[in-house]
């Protein structure tokens, strides 16, 4: 603490910034946090924090900090109270109900946003609005990876502990840069890779983590498919694999073998752009290794054919009998926002109800229909995408964001402008004016992270703590306080009036978070789930005995690879990725307002020296960067970390645009867009 005067409290809990869930201790000085300190001895962080954890709390006492609700009159937001703010979204959201129907309301729920308030948010949709339409940002990053990682192995989660990376003899880290994204994760690995581990990391970019590589396959965005599948068949033809385990515990080796024969290494470098001696070398790292484990991002998930991609992953875990095996390591999926992967557990998905539990399925309908005493939908709702196509069609009139800025980090932001544009009316909870609220009739000042109680899960699916260190300023509230002032002016009552009665409720309809509530959390720490009774520690390590899959047995999948939706071509000959920065946190609304914004002020775009002299493009020079979907500005900056053909930049500066550019073309299965592959043209000065 640099400042001598003592703190007056500190308070335990997790960081809100990425999925890693580090704790911290938040020391706060007449009411407002003086500093944040990693806390000694904590299970996930071990008493480590990165820059974003340590020194991103600022923001807290920002002048623009909402702090009081903005009604739109006369075309321009005005500050008012929170009972006419109330009153005014209740009585608009009934209109639009009683004219339209329950289908044309949409909630986007909030990976920043607790368990509980998640829970709240689509208990609301479901049972006071009456519809299924509630989704979260997990679409936008990990939807493949629940829906993949179910596939394969009948659970919607990483498979093992960050703490399982201690004992690993080879990583293969996929489509990830934790040095930037995960910090904490990041630092694991290479202590890792320093004491002796191998390291494999198929990535576009040379990352930190690639340039300490065995093996480093640079392989074109959009090739994961090819690449999992010839190194499937590298670990196959030069056999490589765990003949018991397949045998006992899986499904469709058959399949697979005879798929993957299509994918010698010659075939999968000419598709990846990688060397196939590297392929070959990869593959030989990972199925000689003991306890190899994987490690991936969202360079695997954000593409048009992200599950696949999930999939055919999973399947080299499988065919080295890596998962589900006592020693093993399994795959650990980065998840991005702090409570991406609660905001999923709790139900705020359009398909399933909390813990991944089917809206299609008539006895889980009717166990939450009785506790609710409110009929939950059959149908399943829409997905984030579908919610803005509805709206630009005139089939949803409300669209309802709870702390996400979507104009910002969505893809294809003049579609997204366009359909809240479109609706009758556009609520937003947020901490700051964001490019989306912009758009709002009703913007309601929300509660941060540091200010909420609750609970978060992080990437491996451990339930930590989350404690108001301060209080939030002026008339902002959490989004639990104000889903329950909405819910009662639209004459309900959603129950559970404190974040552990919601999380209690909750346990009690999903049997794999049966045994987890508040009151244990704060006597023994962090739990991960499944968690299926109070007297059970938590399933650290899944699928043990069996699969969660119907038959017990893990299903390998026989996917080809197949193209992304869109390629460079002669008009837009460069391929844009997409990414974050270590100093910076998605839209950047917190970061931004914090001393890590002298760190990086601004957002560049990354690009090789050979094409910046053929565009005759210098370092820090503006560059105009045009897609098929929109526009942006930047400035260049000429680096090898990008091959030549492919430029990346970041999303966290509402000024460089990045989604403004890339493309409406998603996941075939999930809806996840495709961030990681746009054809762009980049031209020398501004627009
Ligand atoms: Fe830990 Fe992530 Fe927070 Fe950094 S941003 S302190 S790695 S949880």
Known sequence: LLDPRPTTSTTTTTCGYCG????????????????????????????????????????TRAEDRLTTPLVRRDGRLVPTTWDDAVRTVAHRLAA??????????????????????????QKFVRTV?????VDNCSRLCHAPSAT??????????????????????????????PTDAHPVVGARIKQRVLAGARLVVVDPRRTELAALADVHLQAVPGSNVAVFNGLAHVLITEDHLDHDFLDRRTTGFDALAELVRDYPPDTTAEIAGVRAADLVAAARLFGQARHPAIVYGLGVTEHRHGTDGVRTLAN???????????????????RGQNNVQGASDMGALPDLLPGYQPVTDAAVRDRFSAAWGRPVPERPGLRIPQMFDAAIAGEVRAIHVIGENVVQSDPNAEHVRAALRACDLVVCHDVFPSRTAEHADVVLPAASFLEKDGTFVNFDRRFQRVRPAVSPPGGAASDFAVLHRIAHALGADLGCPTPADALAECAALTPVFAGLSHQRLDAGGPLHWPCRAPDQPGEAVLHLDRFATPDGRAALAALPHLPPGEQPDGEFPYLLITGRRLEHHNTGSMTRRTPNAELLPAEALEIHPTDAAHLRVVDGADVTVTSRWGRAALTAHLTRDVVPGQVFAAFHFPGATVNDLTSPHTDTATGCPEYKVTAVQVRPGPP
């Open 20 to 59: 890693v869930g580090c704790t911290l201790d938040v020391h706060v000085r007449d009411g407002e946090v003086a500093a944040v300190t990693p806390t000694r001895g904590a299970p996930v962080n071990r008493g480590h924090a990165c820059v974003k954890g340590r020194f991103a709390h600022g923001f």
């Open 96 to 121: 639009v109900r009683d004219r339209h129907g329950p289908d044309a309301i949409a909630m986007i729920s909030s990976a920043r946003a607790t368990n509980e308030e998640n829970y709240l948010a």
């Open 148 to 177: 993949g990682l179910s596939a394969s192995f009948g659970l919607a989660g990483g498979t093992n502990p960050l703490d399982d990376l201690d004992h690993t003899d080879c990583v293969l880290l996929v489509g990830a840069n």
């Open 129 to 133: 609005i009456g519809t299924n339409n």
């Open 316 to 334: 080299l875990a499988l065919l080295r009998g890596a998962v589900g095996t006592p020693g093993c390591c399994g795959i650990l999926p980065l």
